[in-house]
């Protein structure tokens, strides 16, 4: 009688622990940095953000795990993530609770997050934009942690995060565009559209905004370009991925310097 026998299960390795792409690590951590900048670097914000480094290793383990229909493998990750998330962050929430205002749009985010990871349909635009708001507001939240009145920092925190949300949604169109939808004009057309309109709000808000000003029109610039030059030669993810690395970290270091002015338009 032939006997069958189970396929002993493929060895975690690092990138089932750890996200393996440098552009999703910027993603995650430059609006809290952009945040800290404004708000200041002291002990609750550094707590804050590395709290939401783990939050963000739960999230990338949760979703491997619902995506393969909760193989027993990827459980290991998701448990060890949690229980330090636990750790770090049931302290902190003892201790400012305030940040808890914060939990239904998180939740939200996260349940499209794992819904898009179940249906295996993780990088659809809705899926992608549950990520984008998500990561964004982390600015407005690490810069208005524990404020007894989140109403009076609302202008300046909603303009740092708007400027991570048009820019972060923006590279994820380009970086489509320059990837698994080279050859789709819908998609190059909606990216082309995304960052002129990028560039004329970037001029239409008065004051000391021109490096935004410059960074949205070399998004521009790249966003029309870069598609373009792929159609003709090879150009790899990985050059992709470092050029949006060096323009994130661009619009992270100009953007609170740019926010307060963004934040004066909005009240008028």
Known sequence: MNVKRSEPSRPLSTKDWVPDQPGAWALALLPALAGMVIGGFDVGRLWLTGAWLLCYCVQFTAARWLRSRFQRRYLPPVLTYAALLAVAGVPLLAMHPLILVWAPLYAVCAGVSFLGAWLRRERSLWANAAAVIATSMMA????????????ERTGMGLALAGIFMLTQFGSVLYVKTM?????NNRY??????WHAALLALACAVPGRTVPMMIIAAILLLRAVVMPLLG??????PIAV???????????????????????????F
């Open 140 to 151: 407005y939240v690490v810069y208005a942690f524990d404020a007894p009145d989140l109403l």
């Open 179 to 183: 990837i698994r939808e080279r050859r």
């Open 188 to 193: 190059l057309a909606a990216s082309w559209i």
């Open 231 to 236: 159609r003709r030669i090879r150009i790899k």
């Open 241 to 267: 991925g470092m050029l949006e690395m060096v323009l994130s970290v661009a619009v992270c270091a100009y953007a609170p310097f740019c926010a307060p002015w963004i934040s004066m338009a909005l009240t």
